[in-house]
């Protein structure tokens, strides 16, 4: 999905073009549309958070373990289709036609291996973030932290700073609303109801977005389609797109061939087709089933067969952004070809701001162009549900990953209430450093802070799928394994994303001088590429050092998953009291008195019904409590009623791949 590609092509020329509008201001009943959706996205949040058990870390980061399945389906599809993914699949979209929409339709299959092989070890691991799973696999802090920090790093530089950008970008096109003013209430309105209800708001105001989004987004989609003359419009008129300004004695501005096939040329294909079934999968399986954002929110399931139903839901709801996000960036170029498809970088940099093309506004220039008044507001609305919604899911997994794999190891004797308290205070820093990342958003060249996202995914990703594969798949790999792997799998994709930066892809017109490796070897290929040389590297380092005792790894693997075998857990040097089973430390007698003091920590989960009144457990009753968070037992109803509904899933999706092949 590199954007470098969806700025170069990005021409459009229709029989009938549409004219834009120069001034554009939101009408009273947008604005009654924005408010109301404020309104009740902040009610569900306080109605959650007041529902949740949010004083302890299980009720916190975990929703208390308690989510049925729709609503955990929900979330994952807006966790993932954030205001990032509105802008950028319809820009890549408008650029290269509709393959991009293979990334979301390879999602499926990543979430059904995430409900029926990775979720079973993770519960019967009875782990709460994905370092976690790792330490207690492998034993030893360095992987631990190695996979925390990295994670939060990712989070900050790439998926916040997408978000932000993509956000800002739809409402200064669609408002002129001051930058900071607009992104800083976002942020604050955000964090304001993740810092209170922790995951369980998260959840809910998510499947709330999600349906917002959906609505919101068909209804665009029908209009769009509607002003082409549908489908069969939108096949005759896409060729003709070509903007009217163009480089001479090119062709960038033609578009693409190809670009109403999902399965390209292996080696002139813009996205090949074996990059996109195998590569993408590498990419695909880090973000669905080894993330922390998406995973949280299967572990909160109340029992596996609702983690499994779950990601058939998420996988169903994924096949829909090709149809309302792919291709309206598609109809975009259509209807705007001189703005959407400029190729000549004077022309660009008026439009848009960006010299190397501007079809990263396709999807807001629909909505500000076709939308009638009110309708207009709820896409503003379905807009903000994206961006919030990202932002949020990525809030609260961060201070997760802080809280428990950071703070928690360094202060092995902190109390319940001060990692709660932490938790909060993190996710404040998060939206603190969000909007000192906002000038280099603003200054970053928009095709290249996309390429940077992709570099960063297909770069940095393959590794640490590396490692969850064998560590879930192959008992004989160990620490030492793992964490070579690690080092030199990051040591061989930082050197391709510092050469990526250091030879920047040619605007039109210009040779390709980069270096064969750049040029010839996709980045689809190279994660494919990368993910076998760090397997090969965790299994020679593996087998030449000692293996891990099997005491050490009942529940820990897919094989041993159901075993009934005490574990013994590798010697953790921090190992301090489980922060997800243990109870709240609150004496209710040293609650202060006064009234701003109360509501602060009932802010922060510290007071109410839910803080410090639960009985203290017995050991056996811990015991008891434990097996149940850990438990894969399935009502055989409801497990074949997941398993019929996950094949028709593939089935639907199969069809759906060939198709548009």
């Known amino acids: 999905m590199s954007l ?125 973030t994905m370092p976690e799973y790792l330490s207690k696999r492998f034993g030893g802090q360095r992987i631990r932290i190695y996979m925390s920090v990295l994670s939060l790093i990712l989070y900050i530089l790439t998926k916040i700073s997408t978000d932000i950008f993509s956000g800002v970008l739809f409402i200064q096109l669609s408002l002129g609303w001051d930058l900071y003013l607009s992104t800083g209430i976002l942020l604050l309105v955000t964090a ?40 069969d419009g939108l096949l005759d008129r896409y060729p003709l797109a070509i903007p009217s300004v163009k480089v001479a004695n090119t062709t960038c501005h033609l578009p693409r061939s190809d670009a109403f096939r999902l399965l390209r040329d292996p080696l002139t294909g813009d996205l090949p087709w074996p990059g996109l079934i195998f590569g993408l999968t590498v990419l695909a399986t880090w973000v669905w089933c080894t993330d922390q954002v998406i995973v949280q929110r299967s572990l909160s399931a109340r029992s596996l067969s609702h983690a499994k139903g779950g990601s058939v839901l998420g996988g169903y709801l994924k096949l829909l952004p090709m149809f309302f996000i792919v291709m309206p960036g598609m109809i975009s170029r259509t209807l705007f070809p001189d703005e959407v498809g400029c190729v000549d970088p004077t022309v660009c940099q008026s439009v848009c701001g960006a010299s190397v093309g501007c079809s990263n506004i396709a999807y807001p220039k629909l909505v500000v162009e076709l939308m009638p008044v009110g309708v207009r507001g709820l896409m503003l609305a379905v807009m903000l549900a994206a961006l919030m919604s990202s932002l949020t899911s990525i809030f609260n997994s961060g201070s997760t990953l802080f809280t428990l794999d950071l703070y928690h190891r360094a202060r092995p004797e902190a109390t319940e209430r001060e990692l ?182 009932w802010l922060c989960g510290q007071s109410g019904p839910n803080s410090g009144s639960d009985p203290v457990l017995s050991r056996e009753e811990q015991a008891a409590q434990s097996i149940k968070l850990t438990s894969l037992q399935e009502q055989p109803l409801w497990k074949n009623v997941c398993n019929i509904n996950a094949i028709l899933l593939l089935v639907v999706n199969v069809f759906l791949w060939g198709y548009f092949s």
């Open 192 to 231: 304001a109801y993740t810092v209170a209800g922790g995951l369980t708001a998260v959840i809910y105001t998510d499947a709330l977005q999600t349906v917002i989004m959906v609505v919101g987004a068909f209804t665009l989609m029908f209009i769009a389609f509607s002003k082409v003359g549908w489908y």
């Open 420 to 601: 709660m308290l932490v938790g909060r205070v993190f996710i404040l820093v998060l939206v603190c450093i969000s909007l000192l990342w906002i000038p280099v958003i603003q200054t970053a060249n928009s095709g290249q802070l996309f390429d940077y996202i992709q570099s960063v995914t297909s770069f940095l990703a393959p590794p640490i799928t590396a490692v969850f594969l064998m560590a879930i798949f192959w008992p004989r790999a160990n620490e030492q394994g793992a964490f070579w792997g690690l080092v030199i799998g990051l040591v061989v994709g930082v050197v391709r994303m510092v050469l990526e930066f250091i030879y920047m892809a040619p605007s039109c017109g210009q040779l390709d001088l980069r270096p064969f490796l750049l040029t010839e070897v996709h980045y689809l290929y190279f994660a494919l590429i990368l993910l076998v040389l760090t397997c090969l590297i965790i299994a020679a380092v593996s087998l030449a050092t000692p293996p891990i005792p099997e005491v050490h790894l009942h529940r820990l693997t897919w094989w041993s998953r159901h075993s009934q075998e005490p574990r013994i857990d590798l010697h953790d040097p921090w190992k301090a009291i489980d922060p997800v089973t243990s109870n709240p430390s609150n004496d209710p007698d040293t609650f202060p008195v006064s009234w701003w003091h109360r509501a602060g920590l």
């Open 4 to 128: 470098s590609l969806a700025t170069a092509i990005s021409p459009t020329a229709p029989p009938t073009t549409m004219t834009p509008h120069t001034n554009f201001r939101l009408e009273a009943a947008d604005i009654v549309v924005v408010v109301a959706y404020f309104f009740f996205v902040m009610v569900v949040g306080i109605w959650s958070s007041v529902r949740a058990n949010r004083s302890t870390v299980g009720g916190y980061f975990l929703a208390g373990r308690s989510m049925s399945w729709w609503p955990i389906g929900a979330s994952l599809m807006s966790s993932n289709v954030g205001s990032g993914l509105f802008i950028g699949l319809a820009g890549t979209g408008a650029a290269g036609g509709i393959a991009v929409g293979g990334f979301e339709w390879n999602a499926a299959w990543v979430l059904v291996a995430l409900g029926w092989v990775f979720v079973p070890v993770y519960i019967s691991a009875g782990v709460v």
